[in-house]
């Protein structure tokens, strides 16, 4: 998936894929003027009520069809930086202390969704980018109107 302008006036915004390409609890990969954007929604972000059944189709690997909001959104580079490998789309996502996280797929490294800490290596941290849902696209906000960097 390629980053696109949505809409005149609203250059500060970029269009990176749509809410159809949202895999819940899980990962999928988007390009932005040369950078791979891995992009996590997590059926029931942290201080939500529920948790996904197993049979719902809310489970990893399953398109999410629920309403949602970008609160369960979370965007990091996708380069892990102890293989040098595109793979952090491709973690596994879980939960360590009641912090999300996304271990890499290598070497097993747990990066904090919301700034992109490496939990193993404090001296590591992945970028993360401001996301939010507008209407059935996820888009790339400016860094200053990001909350969560």
């Not at 690997?61 to 892990?80: C, E, K, V």
């Amino acid at each position: 998936m390629s980053g696109t302008a949505i809409a005149p006036g609203t250059e500060a915004r970029i269009r990176l894929c749509s809410r159809q390409d949202l895999v819940a609890n899980s990962g999928i990969v988007a390009w932005h003027q040369g950078h791979q954007i891995a992009i996590f929604l997590l059926a029931h972000p942290p201080g939500s009520a529920g948790q996904a059944s197993p049979d719902s189709s809310e489970v990893a690997g399953a398109p999410f069809a629920s309403p949602i909001t970008s609160d369960g959104l979370y965007a990091l580079d996708n380069r892990d930086p102890f293989s040098g490998a595109n793979v952090i789309g491709r973690g596994i996502v879980g939960d360590l202390g009641g912090e999300p996280v996304v271990a890499s797929p290598i070497y097993k490294q747990h990066f904090r969704l919301r700034d992109g800490q490496c939990l193993e290596a404090p001296d590591q941290r992945l970028r993360c980018w401001p996301v939010a849902l507008e209407g059935d696209d996820v888009v790339l906000l400016a860094e200053a109107a990001a909350g969560r960097t």
